[in-house]
C-alpha cells in the first residue's frame, strides 16, 4: 500500500524493494507474524551484513545490506495489511535503523585506515541525507490530499498508544527516538523552515532527493563494496553531502510558497 495515491506517486529510487516487500509482506497475512518481529528480521540482517564486512565477506554484506532493505519495507507493509498500526513498531524500525547505519560505518572503519572521527562524520553526513528525504517526503505526504499522514512533521509529543501495545514501552522507544533523531531534525529545519509552507513539490524533484533515501545509500555502500571500492565508502558519503545545499538551494528559490 503506497503513502501517496497513484496521481501522486513519483519515481523513488530508494524504495526499490517494495515490489518484493509487498510480496513478503503478502505471504505473511494469513500468519502469526507481526510487523515488529518482521522490524527484528530487518535487524538481524543489518548485524550479519555488519559482521560480513569486518570478516571481508563484501560480497555477501551487500546481499544482506539490500535484504535488509527490502524486509526493513515489509514491516510497514504487513502493518498497513493487517490494518495493525503501532508506535512501537514505528520507533523501533527507526531506532533499529540509526544503530545499524552507525554499525555499518564503524565497520568499514575497523576495515581500512580512516580515522574514528572522520568515520563518525561519515554517518552524521548520512544521517543529514536521510533526515532531508524524510523531512520533503512527509511534508509532501501531508500536503497532498491523499497523502498517508501517519508520521509526523515534528515529532515532539509522546503519542498515545494503541489498545494492543503497551504504553510504557512506546513512551520509552520515544525517548530514544528522539535522542537519537532529533538533533537532525533540527539541523534540517532550520535550514529549510518554510518548507512546510510550500505548494506540494514536483515529482520530478522528489525523485531526486529519493538518492538520499536510506534504501538507496545502502545500494551505493553495496556496490562500493561489491565493486572493491571499501576505502572510498567513507569519503563518498562525507562529499555526497554536498547536494544538501543543492536540494534545499532548488526548494528555496524554485518551490517556494509563493510560486
Not at 498497513?80 to 531506532?95: A, E, F, H, V
Not at 534504501?215 to 562529499?239: D, H, K, R, T
Request: glycine share 4%; proline share 3%; with cysteine.
Amino acid at each position: 500500500m503506497s503513502k501517496l495515491s497513484a496521481k501522486e506517486k513519483f519515481i523513488d529510487v530508494s524504495d526499490y524493494g517494495r515490489p518484493f516487500a509487498v510480496i513478503f509482506a503478502k505471504r505473511l497475512i494469513n500468519t502469526k507474524a507481526t510487523p515488529v518481529q518482521v522490524t527484528y528480521l530487518f535487524g538481524l540482517c543489518g548485524l550479519i551484513a555488519v559482521y560480513c564486512i569486518i570478516q571481508g565477506y563484501y560480497g555477501a554484506a551487500a546481499v544482506f545490506l539490500i535484504l535488509k532493505s527490502i524486509i526493513d519495507a515489509a514491516d510497514g507493509e504487513l502493518a498497513r495489511l493487517k490494518n495493525i498500526p503501532s508506535y512501537t513498531g514505528r520507533y523501533l524500525d527507526s531506532i533499529f535503523d540509526i544503530i545499524l547505519n552507525l554499525l555499518f560505518f564503524l565497520s568499514i572503519w575497523f576495515v581500512t585506515d580512516y580515522s574514528l572521527w572522520l568515520t563518525l562524520l561519515a554517518f552524521v553526513c548520512l544521517q543529514l541525507q536521510g533526515t532531508l528525504y524524510n523531512y520533503y517526503y512527509v511534508i509532501l505526504r501531508h500536503n497532498t490530499e491523499h497523502g498517508d499522514r501517519t508520521s509526523k512533521i515534528f515529532e515532539t509529543e509522546t503519542p498515545k498508544a494503541y489498545s494492543r501495545e503497551n504504553q510504557k514501552t512506546v513512551n520509552f522507544l520515544f525517548i530514544i527516538y528522539r535522542l537519537c533523531y532529533s538533533l537532525y531534525d533540527k539541523i534540517i529545519y532550520w535550514v529549510d523552515e518554510d518548507a512546510r509552507k510550500a505548494k506540494p513539490f514536483p515529482k520530478w524533484f522528489m525523485t531526486l532527493i529519493s538518492f538520499y533515501g536510506l534504501g538507496f545509500q545502502l545500494l551505493i555502500i553495496s556496490f562500493m563494496l561489491v565493486f572493491g571500492l571499501v576505502e572510498y565508502i567513507i569519503p563518498f558519503f562525507i562529499a555526497y553531502s554536498m547536494f544538501i545545499i543543492v536540494f534545499i538551494f532548488i526548494r528555496r528559490v524554485f518551490l517556494s510558497e509563493n510560486m
